[in-house]
């Protein structure tokens, strides 16, 4: 059986709700869909999700542009011609826009002199240096991203077949919750999570713990860290 598509999802999820025919009710299917899908994507570590690229930074800079899909920051690695220095990129806790100690603790020690890249901290949509650049330099980037938003005339999700039932029922029970009967709603939605988490396997995005900063170089998180 061939894989569903989005179009058929958002069918099934009416179905479900007992909404056929309803006026208006397509676009709020809509929401619900994409609520629960972004929900999902930022609550579970999906592979799928993981992606990489290079930022080319010229010389004199100290601030890189993040691509506009960039959830969260994993490592940062500068590219030496066709080399790239490999080390072990270890997934840390998610931590809120809110907390800008990394990037304060840069902009503390920042100079105007020339160097190569050695800290960075992200800030907003943009990565900073602790210095400006000497050179030419093209930054390694991996992250973790966001999804693109649901296309319902096309295409599938981009997180793995087996999360197209989750989608789907997490979006139909925050339909209920809305619709009728938020308390039972919300009650089923919380079991079906904890239920699915428990036999899943996929680990929550923010269970990585960062480690104890005695035993960090210096910065060292999705925010921000050494650059090796």
């Known amino acids: 059986m061939s894989r569903r598509t989005w179009s058929e999802i958002k069918n099934e999820h009416v179905s479900r709700v007992a909404m056929n025919g309803a006026k208006g009710y397509s676009d709020r299917a809509y929401q619900f869909l994409s609520a629960a899908y972004f929900d999902l994507a930022a609550l579970f570590h999906h592979p799928e999700l993981d992606a990489n690229v290079g930022i080319d930074v010229a010389v004199g800079n100290a601030f890189a542009a993040l691509p506009a899909d960039v959830n969260v920051v994993f490592s940062c690695n500068l590219l030496d011609n066709a080399t790239i220095p490999l080390t072990e990129i270890v997934p840390s806790e998610f931590r809120s826009v809110l907390e ?10 920042f100079s105007t002199a020339p160097a190569e890249p050695k800290h960075w901290s992200r800030y907003g949509d943009q990565i900073i240096f602790k210095a400006q650049t000497d050179i030419d330099y093209t930054v390694h980037l991996f992250y973790y991203k966001t999804p693109a938003e649901p296309d319902f005339k096309a295409s599938n999700s981009e997180m793995a077949e087996i999360w197209d039932e989750r989608i789907l029922e997490l979006s139909v029970l925050r339909a209920k919750t809305a619709l009728w009967r938020p ?3 919300q009650a089923d939605s919380e079991v079906e999570m904890l239920t699915f988490y428990q036999f899943s396997g996929y680990p929550l995005l923010r269970d990585h713990p960062l480690f104890p900063r005695p035993e960090r170089r210096t910065i060292d998180s999705p925010h921000g860290g050494p650059i090796t």
């Open 100 to 109: 800008f100690q990394e990037a304060h603790s840069l902009m503390q020690d």
């Open 183 to 185: 308390d039972l709603g």
